[in-house]
């Protein structure tokens, strides 16, 4: 969630996201608490009242920390979400916002066994240059991961990683998707207007087409 090519890191639009829910639970009368995932998952108290917004804000409003320790290894959102199975009380609503970076098959079946007694949203967190490469010269590409740096060079290299990256785009949504939970995609750069609009525009369904007896393949994913 550190990384952003243009207005916002993701991280800083994460804070934007949870504040626009915080706001309507406030306006609704409806307690609300959050949780911020860093070095390990901190959660904040109940807050009711007409300060239930700012206090929210206050309590996720913290600043990255450094990426120069190699020991720190971030917390599996999949543990997070088994962490919140005990503790979440049925009929409470759960807003998870996030770019979804380490899902897999086994979030599905943690988000799939929450829903039976809590009601989830997904708030989807990307910035644009994750769905298509800026067209500059000299294009370098850093992973957060191993600190290794790609060259885009060429055509071919760009195509190459569109490919990778319409594939990864797809698999987080069928991750979600197959968990029945309601998606939306927001845009790091997206204004606050334009951060309302798309939280209330939920993802379209991507698509499995049949394409033989045994086997099916993933059409490409329609994006929100």
């Given at each position: 969630?550190?990384?952003?090519?243009?207005?916002?890191l993701?991280?800083?639009?994460?804070?934007?996201?949870?504040g626009?829910?915080?706001?309507?639970?406030?306006q609704?009368g409806?307690p609300?608490?959050?949780?911020?995932l860093?070095?390990s998952?901190i959660?904040s108290?109940?807050?009711?009242?007409?300060?239930?917004?700012?206090?929210?804000?206050?309590a996720?409003?913290?600043?990255?920390?450094?990426?120069?320790?190699d020991?720190?290894?971030?917390?599996?959102?999949n543990?997070?979400l088994l962490?919140l199975?005990?503790r979440?009380?049925p009929?409470?609503?759960?807003?998870?916002i996030?770019?979804?970076h380490?899902v897999?098959?086994?979030?599905?079946e943690?988000?799939?066994?929450?829903?039976?007694?809590?009601?989830?949203?997904?708030?989807?967190?990307k910035?644009?240059?994750?769905?298509?490469?800026?067209?500059?010269?000299g294009l370098?590409?850093q992973?957060?991961?191993?600190?290794?740096?790609?060259e885009?060079?060429?055509?071919?290299?760009?195509e190459?990683y569109?490919a990778?990256s319409?594939?990864?785009?797809?698999q987080?949504?069928?991750v979600?998707q197959?968990a029945?939970?309601?998606l939306?995609?927001?845009?790091?750069h997206?204004?606050?207007?334009?951060?309302?609009?798309?939280?209330?525009?939920?993802?379209q369904a991507?698509?499995?087409?049949?394409?033989?007896?045994?086997?099916?393949?993933?059409?490409?994913?329609?994006?929100a």
């Amino acid at each position: 969630m550190r990384f952003g090519t243009r207005t916002h890191l993701k991280a800083t639009q994460a804070v934007r996201v949870a504040g626009f829910y915080a706001w309507l639970a406030q306006q609704a009368g409806l307690p609300v608490s959050t949780g911020r995932l860093a070095e390990s998952f901190i959660s904040s108290p109940i807050y009711e009242g007409n300060q239930s917004y700012a206090q929210v804000m206050q309590a996720i409003s913290k600043p990255c920390p450094p990426l120069a320790n190699d020991s720190h290894v971030e917390p599996h959102l999949n543990d997070v979400l088994l962490s919140l199975t005990a503790r979440l009380q049925p009929g409470t609503r759960l807003i998870v916002i996030s770019d979804f970076h380490d899902v897999d098959k086994r979030t599905t079946e943690i988000l799939t066994a929450l829903q039976d007694k809590i009601k989830i949203k997904a708030v989807w967190v990307k910035d644009m240059s994750e769905t298509q490469l800026p067209d500059i010269e000299g294009l370098q590409l850093q992973s957060m991961v191993n600190n290794r740096v790609y060259e885009i060079a060429n055509a071919s290299q760009r195509e190459r990683y569109q490919a990778w990256s319409d594939q990864y785009q797809f698999q987080i949504q069928s991750v979600l998707q197959h968990a029945n939970v309601t998606l939306y995609s927001v845009f790091a750069h997206e204004s606050l207007l334009q951060l309302s609009e798309s939280l209330n525009s939920p993802n379209q369904a991507i698509d499995i087409v049949q394409t033989d007896a045994n086997k099916t393949a993933p059409k490409r994913a329609q994006y929100a």
